[in-house]
């Protein structure tokens, strides 16, 4: 607990480029990230790294330029790639439930392969099993089509992907321990 606070932090909304969300290839975005105290960050962005880098560029830049006219204030994000260790991804598994607590916000980019990503659930269901609202949950589709709209409600565990197989066991795991088969 005490290292994930250590290690919290989070980026301004204006500091992300197109290419950032790309691909989850190291584009420098930690070196422009800063040290935040919980709940002072105002999204932890879910998004798939196999949908459309313009698309969740357009649709983040956008829900940034709102939330700053509502607020006056620049919005910081917590994204994967930019706020933790990707050398070290099992102890930030460890600590994604205190990631998660410490933003004010759930904001999901939900584009076509969203739901078949195992990371991508496991980061709403962590949400929920933390006890998140849904008042804070912010699901943005990338497009308008009815099928990306129903896709979330039809999400079946068994049939989603990982990039690494070993990942997809553990996170299998963890979701049958806490709710069965």
């Known amino acids: 607990y005490t290292v994930a606070i250590k290690k919290f932090r989070g980026l301004n909304v204006s500091e992300v480029q197109l290419d950032d969300l ?9 070196a422009r990230t800063q040290r935040q105290s919980l709940g ?5 962005v879910s998004h798939s790294w ?14 940034g330029g709102a939330l700053k006219e509502e607020t ?14 990707q050398a070290n991804i099992e102890e930030n598994l460890l600590a994604l439930p205190v990631y998660l ?15 078949s990503r195992l990371w991508c659930v496991m980061e709403l269901f962590t949400y929920v099993k933390m006890g998140g609202r849904s008042e804070q ?3 943005t589709p ?18 989603s992907h990982c990039f ?8 299998l795991a963890v979701i049958e321990a806490s709710f069965g088969d």
């Not at 006056?72 to 260790?85: S, T």
């Not at 410490?102 to 980019?109: A, D, E, R």
């Not at 497009?143 to 999400?155: A, N, V």
């Not at 690494?164 to 996170?171: A, G, N, P, T």
């Open 40 to 44: 002072e960050v105002d999204a932890f």
């Open 50 to 63: 196999a949908d459309d880098g313009s698309d969740k560029h357009k649709m983040l830049t956008e829900w």
């Open 72 to 85: 006056g204030n620049e919005p910081v994000i917590w994204p994967d790639k930019a706020c933790i260790d």
């Open 22 to 30: 790309d691909s989850s290839k190291d584009t420098g975005m930690h």
């Open 137 to 139: 949950m912010i699901i």
């Open 101 to 115: 607590s410490g933003c004010k916000n759930l904001l999901v980019l939900n584009g076509p392969s969203y739901s």
């Open 142 to 159: 990338l497009d308008d089509s009815p099928e990306l709209q129903r896709s979330l409600s039809r999400f079946d565990a068994g049939k």
């Open 164 to 171: 690494l197989e070993v990942d997809r066991q553990k996170l």
